[in-house]
């Protein structure tokens, strides 16, 4: 289980990330809150990644996401409440370095939604 991700292609990151969301999970991303640029593995490679929230509600559900078929993708879209991914990350089961970071970031941010 990871968070929507994919690569920055002849874009700018919040737009590949709209577009990510749209063709994975079938949403459409508004309100971008900017989290942190990372080195995925600092000294060995040059890949870094993007991190952004965004807020959305069940109007913004606008597609079926899966991913795209041209790309090999075939993907579950699964939306868990965020207290089970708070236990996820607590009992050391949430195992995807940039979902992890994520909902810590949001639990730091926004504790009020974990209650």
């Not at 990330?17 to 989290?35: H, T, Y």
């Not at 109007?59 to 965020?82: H, W, Y």
């Not at 370095?97 to 810590?104: D, G």
Request: aromatic share 6%; glycine share 8%; net charge negative.
């Amino acid at each position: 289980m990871e968070a929507i991700a994919g690569r920055v292609e002849d874009e700018q990151p919040p737009e590949a990330v709209r577009r990510e969301a749209m063709e994975e999970a079938g949403l459409r991303i508004r309100d971008l809150g900017f989290v942190a640029t990372c080195w995925s593995s600092p000294g060995v490679s040059t890949e870094r990644f993007h991190l952004y929230l965004a807020p959305y509600s069940l109007d913004d559900r606008i597609g079926n996401g899966g991913g795209r078929a041209d790309e090999f993708e075939d993907i579950t879209v699964r939306e868990i409440a965020l207290s089970e991914l708070a236990q996820l990350v607590d009992k050391g089961l949430l195992t995807d370095t940039k979902s992890f970071l994520l909902v810590q970031t949001l639990r730091l941010r926004r504790p009020d939604l974990f209650d």
